[in-house]
């Protein structure tokens, strides 16, 4: 699995010459916990995290000043990155040795999306439910986003509800499955009548 399979995206962004408030409401108002930085240029630049603001709010900065203050001002450096075809076991161990707790991935230094720690756990440690959804969105991504096979996954074995045009589309409809990172074992249940 890679880091475009699990990130957020489109990502949000906030420019390094904006108000402190616009990256505090937009972290407010999408409940996340950083935001890429980015240039004039859409270029990274840098991640503005809730540790940050606190931090710079702990460090005794008048809460006045935030009509003055630029998210440059605030922002960590250079962030970890990553590109979309970086594996997620990979981006796991990039994540601990650096500690970042977010990580933009990048295309020509553009944000394309956004890699949290929760989004690898979700990977690394699926639940059943977390299995099932992501079966069931590769399903309906095959079938061009109808819901023609219901799946259902318990204790890592996911069972397929359905009828098959042909042995192909049965042969990938499985392999999509089989393939969900959470899922050991895969039955295939057609209705009879």
């Given amino acids: 699995m890679h880091a475009k ?5 489109p990502a949000y962004t906030v420019r390094a010459d ?6 505090v409401d937009l972290l407010e108002r999408q409940s996340i916990t950083a935001v890429p930085v980015v240039d004039e240029g859409d270029v990274l630049v840098g991640l503005v995290t ?3 603001l606190l931090r710079r ?4 900065t008048a809460a006045a000043d935030i009509g003055t203050r630029r998210v440059r001002d605030v922002m960590s450096g250079r962030p970890v990155m990553a590109w979309p075809d ?3 076991a990979d981006l796991a161990a990039v994540m601990v040795k650096y500690g970042a707790h ?4 990048v295309v020509d230094e553009q944000v394309v999306g956004v890699v949290s720690r929760c989004d690898v756990l979700r990977t690394l440690l699926p639940t059943d439910a977390a299995a099932q959804r992501e079966a069931q969105r590769r399903l309906d991504t095959y079938a061009d986003g109808r819901h023609r096979w219901p799946v259902c996954v318990h204790d890592t074995i996911a069972t397929i509800d359905g ?4 042995d192909t589309e049965r042969a990938v409809a499985e392999a999509l499955v089989r393939t969900t990172a959470g899922v050991t074992a895969v039955r295939v249940v057609t209705p009879t009548g």
């Fill in 86 to 88: 970086a594996d997620v």
């Fill in 50 to 52: 809730e540790g940050d």
């Fill in 57 to 60: 709010e702990a460090g005794g």
């Fill in 163 to 166: 009828r098959f045009d042909d």
């Fill in 5 to 9: 399979d699990i990130m957020s995206a």
């Fill in 18 to 23: 904006a108000p402190v408030a616009a990256a």
């Fill in 102 to 105: 977010t990580v933009p991935v």
